[in-house]
């Protein structure tokens, strides 16, 4: 109201008196609203970020879908399927070689490496309780009995114990006796 009583003052205008006032200042426009030309500052700002924000996010999502362009979504879920199935696979492996470790070492195995080595991995298998079924520990023990730490094993006639600990025979006459017997010679 202010810029009308400046430009026009306390006088009455005809419509061409108006117009003509208004050209003649360059800090004024005419807008006819009836034509729906005019729109609040305010509101065109919001509508340009609007559309800015707008032209920003579809620019970014075309961005990203030309990143998945030729990418076969099959092949994909396939792919997550055989990795799982080969995640599945190991972790079981790696359980089962930890739980033949643990029982070779409950075992008073010296070299698990190569304990294992002389075992038939195929025929060891874990079960859901944990325990294995197919491992034969004690055979292996009779018959490669240097792979573990036993106590003491009895040989005919020596005084010698097999693993970590040997019996001292008594004196000089008993390692006499000892290699005798080892030799296969009469005391």
Avoid: C, H
Avoid at 27 to 46: H, I
């Amino acid at each position: 109201m202010e810029i009308l009583k400046e430009l026009f003052g306390e006088k009455t205008l005809t419509y061409e008196d108006f117009v003509t006032a208004l050209n003649e200042r360059k800090d004024v426009k005419l807008a006819n609203l009836a034509e729906g030309r005019y729109v609040d500052k305010d509101k065109l700002d919001a509508k340009v970020r609007e559309l800015d924000m707008a032209n920003a996010s579809i620019k970014e999502l075309t961005e990203k879908l030309q990143a998945f362009d030729g990418v076969d979504v099959d092949k994909l879920k396939a792919d997550v399927k055989s990795w799982e199935v080969k995640y599945n696979t190991d972790l079981a492996a790696v359980k089962k070689d930890a739980a033949i470790d643990a029982a070779i070492l409950q075992a008073k195995g010296r070299n698990p490496k190569a304990i294992k080595a002389l075992l038939d991995m195929d025929k060891i298998k874990l079960k859901e309780d944990g325990s294995l079924e197919g491992l034969d520990l004690d055979g292996l023990k009779k018959s490669e009995g240097y792979l573990f730490d036993i106590a003491e094993m009895k040989q005919q006639g020596a005084g010698v114990a097999s693993g970590n600990t040997l019996k001292e025979p008594e004196g000089f006459e008993g390692f006499l006796s000892s290699a005798r017997t080892a030799a296969g010679l009469k005391n």
